[in-house]
T-cell receptor, first 117, second 114 residues
Framework: AQSVAQPEDQVNVAEGNPLTVKCTYS??????LFWYVQYPNRGLQFLLK??????LVKGSYGFEAEFNKSQTSFHLKKPSALVSDSALYFC???????????????FGKGTKLSVIP | KAGVTQTPRYLIKTRGQQVTLSCSPI?????VSWYQQTPGQGLQFLFE???????NKGNFPGRFSGRQFSNSRSEMNVSTLELGDSALYLC?????????????FGEGSRLTVL
């Protein structure tokens, strides 16, 4: 079974400061890891993914994520937060070799990011 | 390229009724998945379809069903609605066989059961 933990329900950061949203995962074999963002009353928007290769992955809107295999973590980061980054962020995982070719993702509970002006 | 389209966006039903939700995937995407999102349970996987075949099913009662058509459009149906079925139902499509298979989500159908 695979699982994702987002240990913080909410993260508050001042505008212009760096932000980090934490994610740890558990999966059999190599992971495919994803970050999504959700604005109120909207669907999930894909931010970035890790498949293989460089541990630092760059994505949309200036976000990046660092894959750490030994710590089974995939933290989302941004050097300078904007008020418009305030939203709900989800980390998700699936095994690189999923059964029956399934693309099912397991999501964390989400972290609400509030960027304070 | 148009994104994933879900209809209706909002609907209100009463207990015991049934509901059908529709999803049109991104053009060229043949894999469609459905997720239920609630404040308490977060995002829960419902089902996944590829080429009209259900590939995977989540841990939901038989009242929840789905299907996919030859044009990759998908529908899900919930019969005998219960109050606990109130949720945001999200559809996602994926270009099967390409890359990591990241999912692209629609805006969702918000179901309220009274």
């Amino acid at each position: 079974a695979q699982s994702v933990a987002q240990p913080e329900d909410q993260v508050n950061v001042a505008e212009g400061n760096p932000l980090t949203v934490k994610c740890t995962y558990s999966v059999s074999g190599n992971p495919y890891l994803f970050w999504y963002v959700q604005y109120p009353n909207r669907g999930l928007q894909f931010l970035l993914k890790y498949i293989t290769g460089d541990n630092l992955v760059k994505g949309s809107y200036g976000f990046e994520a660092e894959f750490n295999k030994s710590q089974t973590s995939f933290h989302l980061k941004k050097p300078s937060a904007l008020v418009s980054d305030s939203a709900l962020y989800f980390c998700a995982v699936r095994a690189a070799r999923s059964g029956a070719g399934s693309y099912q993702l397991t999501f964390g509970k989400g972290t609400k990011l509030s960027v304070i002006p | 390229k148009a994104g994933v389209t879900q209809t209706p966006r909002y609907l209100i039903k009463t207990r015991g009724q049934q509901v059908t939700l529709s999803c049109s995937p991104i053009s060229g995407h043949r894999s469609v998945s459905w997720y239920q999102q609630t404040p308490g349970q977060g995002l829960q996987f419902l089902f996944e379809y590829f080429s009209e075949t259900q590939r995977n099913k989540g841990n939901f009662p038989g009242r929840f069903s789905g299907r996919q058509f030859s044009n990759s459009r998908s529908e899900m149906n919930v019969s005998t609605l219960e109050l606990g079925d109130s949720a945001l139902y999200l559809c996602a499509s994926s270009a099967y066989g390409q890359g990591a298979g990241e999912l692209f989500f629609g805006e969702g159908s918000r179901l309220t059961v009274l």
